[in-house]
């Protein structure tokens, strides 16, 4: 949690937060995700001050176990001062207890926000879904909150201005507004309605517009004149040399024995690489997130 300190902005963490919704779609399969699209209501999750604390947190709390579908999970909710914004147990259950950090007993609205993280926390323990190491594990869970639903509360608790900053969870701004920018184009949602902080809307407008580079990427069809005449003058030195690509080139280009040259390339949707013969137009259907690409290889 930074609270008052530098807050760290752009893609420092980008390949993990991919990696991470490649794991999402492997694990929960295509179908099960579907059953996400709707996120969390701010109606839901909304908490003032003259709500009861403990009474609001444990409301909150049981919240975001009923959207992340945990129907046999509760959740005991306490405040202390510790270091980080909260913590949770992760025991066999059915009961699990999270602390808050003592800064949410006067900043309630981002109460939300920090139990929707761990709540994940004990989603991704249930599944027996993690990446090595603290810091890759926790965005990770970052990832998942945002991309299941729940993740535009962490976006939307990040205030900046001259004099003072706050920022939960270890995704940056910007890498925050793209998790939930790949989740809008998935859903057909606009969460951008949802944000109370200026600052949370900036940050998702340029994750929006990471998000939508993905998309145009070549071999796809939506890339642009100048990504299209690399990956041609790329195509041309593989025939020619059996190269494989050019060094930071997004696509990999592999001989077959007994047919065309072939092109692999990340899914602008779940990053699963997709590898598909060199010969022009191309429709291709990622296996994992099942979304059509139309291709000019």
């Given at each position: 949690m930074a609270n008052g300190g530098p807050v760290e902005h752009g893609y420092p963490h980008l390949e993990t937060v991919r990696a991470a919704i490649t794991a999402l779609y492997k694990r929960l399969s295509y179908d099960t995700i579907q059953t996400f699209a709707t996120s969390v209501?701010?109606?839901d999750v909304a908490f003032c001050d003259t709500d009861d604390l403990y009474l609001g947190a444990q409301r909150v709390a049981q919240e975001l176990v009923r959207h992340y579908r945990l129907p046999d999970a509760r959740l005991v909710v306490s405040f202390r001062e510790m270091a980080h914004a909260a913590n949770v147990e992760l025991a066999a259950g059915p009961e699990y207890f999270v602390e808050l950090n003592d800064r949410f007993r006067t900043h309630r609205r981002d109460i939300g926000a920090a139990l929707a993280h761990e709540v994940m926390h004990v989603y991704l323990h249930r599944l027996d879904l993690s990446f090595p190491g603290t810091r890759d594990n926790e965005i990770l869970t970052d990832t998942a909150t945002t991309y299941l639903g729940a993740g535009w509360l962490l976006l939307d608790a990040f205030r900046e201005d001259a004099a003072s900053s706050q920022k939960l969870g270890y995704l940056t701004p910007e890498e925050f507004g793209y998790v939930l920018a790949k989740r809008a184009l998935v859903f057909d949602e606009d969460p951008a309605v949802w944000f109370t902080s200026p600052q949370a809307y900036t940050a998702y407008v340029k994750g929006m517009a990471q998000a939508r580079q993905d998309e145009q990427q070549p071999p796809l069809t939506a890339a642009g004149w100048a990504g299209r005449r690399r990956y041609a003058?790329?195509?041309?030195?593989?025939e020619d040399t059996h190269a494989a690509s050019r060094p930071g080139a997004?696509?990999?280009?592999?001989?077959?024995?007994?047919g065309p040259l072939r092109v692999s390339f990340p899914c602008p949707t779940c990053h699963q690489r997709i590898r598909v013969p060199v010969r022009g137009r191309v429709r291709a259907r990622?296996?994992?997130?099942?979304?059509?690409l139309e291709c000019d290889t």
């Open positions: 209501a701010p109606a003058h790329d195509r041309r030195h593989a997004p696509y990999t280009f592999t001989p077959d024995g007994r990622c296996g994992l997130c099942r979304t059509v």
